[in-house]
């Protein structure tokens, strides 16, 4: 295909784009050119939701959920819940490269980080100090639980069962999260397919909640046979329909990448219609496509594309 390579990624990131371009351009793989895409984002802390400094959880801290996967040899490496270290992709990549495992999560994931090289440090910013004070001061929703009430004595937590059994408040958690993960994929000249993707999830997040980023087939899959697809949204929700898995698996039965897309969207809708989520997908010859679930009050869905047509990034929606 003459398009080829392709880069193309969540939301309007344009100087992770432009970092995975140049990495392929500078001669580096797929996955370097995810990694290092991704990796940009994580030090622009890209619109506060990827990367350190953004969306602390129910206690103020702010925890990384990455994974990265090979396409050729269907390799993955991911880590959920990761603390203190900012390139949760990078550690991802290492979950990959030097183990035999697929996803490592919490305080061991950072553990293994640390042994690895990666630097430990205070992932708290004074933006998300402020987004968690203001919590504390304001209103303190459990946003993320069902059926409980907060202690009396406190307006925050701890949180208790409720003992009177409540309708599940699903607008509420569809209503609550922030949305801006980075997913991405990149293809070469030589059919070479890699995705990944970024996150530091959801504010006031349940310690502990992992979302869909670094669950395989949920946040990203790639088969360099097929394609690959990347999703961002409200991943609670969102993981439950493997919507990556599907729009790859979709592309391998001859959909074109954008009915792919939609699919994996509308098997979301069925079940949950105001859930907000958008998925971006690609077949083996460079065809893109995305789809997301217009909901009101959520910003348009867009995202990034570079190719040999353009190699500047261009916006889409
Ligand atoms: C999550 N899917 O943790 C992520 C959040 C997100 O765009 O996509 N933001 O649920």
Same mark, same amino acid.
């Given at each position: 295909? *003459?398009?080829? @390579? ?5 939301? @309007? ?9 140049n ?21 622009? $802390?890209?619109? =506060? ?5 953004? /969306?602390?959880?129910e206690?103020?801290?702010?925890t ?10 269907m ?7 990761l603390r ?13 490269? #030097?183990?035999? #495992? *697929? ?6 994931? +950072? ?11 205070d992932?708290?910013?004074?933006k %998300? ?8 001061k304001?209103?303190c $929703? ?13 307006s ?12 599940n *408040? ?6 609550t ?5 980075? =997913?991405?994929?990149?293809?070469? $000249?030589?059919?070479h ?9 959801l504010?006031?997040? &349940?310690?502990g ?5 670094? &669950?395989? =087939? ?5 088969? %360099?046979?097929?394609?690959a ?12 329909f493997?919507? %990556? ?12 990448p954008s009915?792919?897309?939609? *699919? ?8 949950? +219609? ?8 690609a077949?083996?010859t460079g065809?893109?496509?995305?789809a997301? /679930?217009?909901?009101?009050?959520? +910003? ?6 570079? /190719?040999?047509?353009?190699d ?6």
């Amino acid at each position: 295909h *003459t398009s080829l @390579p392709l880069v193309i990624n969540t939301w @309007p990131f344009k100087n992770a784009t432009a970092a995975a371009w140049n990495a392929l351009q500078s001669g580096g793989s797929v996955l370097d050119a995810v990694e290092k895409g991704c990796a940009r984002c994580e030090m622009e $802390q890209c619109d =506060g939701s990827v990367g350190y400094g953004g /969306n602390p959880d129910e206690t103020g801290e702010t925890t990384l959920d990455a994974m990265i996967m090979n396409g050729d040899t269907m390799d993955v490496g991911a880590v959920a819940d990761l603390r203190r270290i900012k390139n949760a992709i990078g550690v991802a990549r290492a979950v990959m490269e #030097h183990t035999e #495992h *697929t996803l490592l999560v919490g305080e061991s994931a +950072s553990v293994f980080a640390e042994n690895m090289g990666f630097v430990a440090e205070d992932l708290t910013t004074n933006k %998300s100090v402020n987004i968690f004070s203001k919590w504390l001061k304001g209103n303190c $929703q459990p946003n993320y639980r069902k059926n409980v009430f907060p202690n009396p004595s406190k307006s925050c937590g701890p949180y208790k069962p409720r003992a009177t059994v409540r309708r599940n *408040t699903r607008a509420q958690l569809v209503n609550t999260c922030s949305h801006d993960t980075i =997913g991405m994929i990149v293809l070469d $000249q030589h059919g070479h397919l890699a995705a990944g993707t970024s996150t530091n999830g959801l504010t006031h997040k &349940i310690p502990g909640r992992v979302g869909d980023s670094p &669950i395989v =087939g949920a946040g990203a899959y790639a088969d %360099s046979s097929a394609g690959a697809a990347s999703a961002t949204g409200n991943g609670d929700l969102m993981m439950r329909f493997l919507p %990556s898995y599907l729009a790859v698996e979709l592309m391998r039965a001859g959909a074109d990448p954008s009915a792919a897309c939609k *699919t994996a969207i509308s098997r979301i809708k069925r079940h949950y +219609s105001d859930f907000f989520g958008a998925i971006i997908c690609a077949n083996t010859t460079g065809h893109y496509g995305a789809a997301c /679930n217009k909901v009101p009050g959520f +910003s348009q869905f867009h995202f990034m594309v570079s /190719n040999s047509e353009s190699d500047i990034p261009l916006l889409k929606s």
